[in-house]
Nanobody
């Protein structure tokens, strides 16, 4: 079992930056695939970015070039650096983790952190 706690959300203006953190419990964090997702009001949850245990990264087209996912296995923490934020990035951001190599799903989820971008 892994517990995930997101932090770093807040209210910013368009063009600003934020860095979200996802702190994980458990020393097995280094083998977990970690993903960031977001859900805006009235919309379905959508994929933002993922980083594998070998640090391979994938991004949604909507954030490519602006967001960077990373991980620090010593600190059991994953990050989402968000630059050039836009109002459409406003959402609750969730991190998720999963140890399975043969799955694209995520077993463990955090509680989410709110990001609000004003125009």
């Amino acid at each position: 079992q892994v517990q995930l706690v997101e932090s770093g959300g807040g209210l910013v203006q368009a063009g600003d930056s934020l860095r979200l953190s996802c702190a994980a419990s458990g020393r097995a964090f280094s083998i977990y695939r970690v993903g960031w997702f977001r859900q805006a009001p009235g919309k379905e949850r959508e994929f933002v970015a993922t980083i594998s245990a070998t640090r391979i990264t994938i991004y949604a087209d909507s954030v490519k070039g602006r967001f960077t996912i990373s991980r620090d296995n010593i600190k059991y923490t994953a990050y989402l650096q968000m630059n050039s934020l836009k109002p459409e990035d406003t959402a609750v951001y969730y991190c998720a983790a999963d140890p399975r190599l043969s799955s694209s799903d995520y077993q463990f989820w955090g509680q989410g952190t709110q990001v609000t971008v004003s125009s």
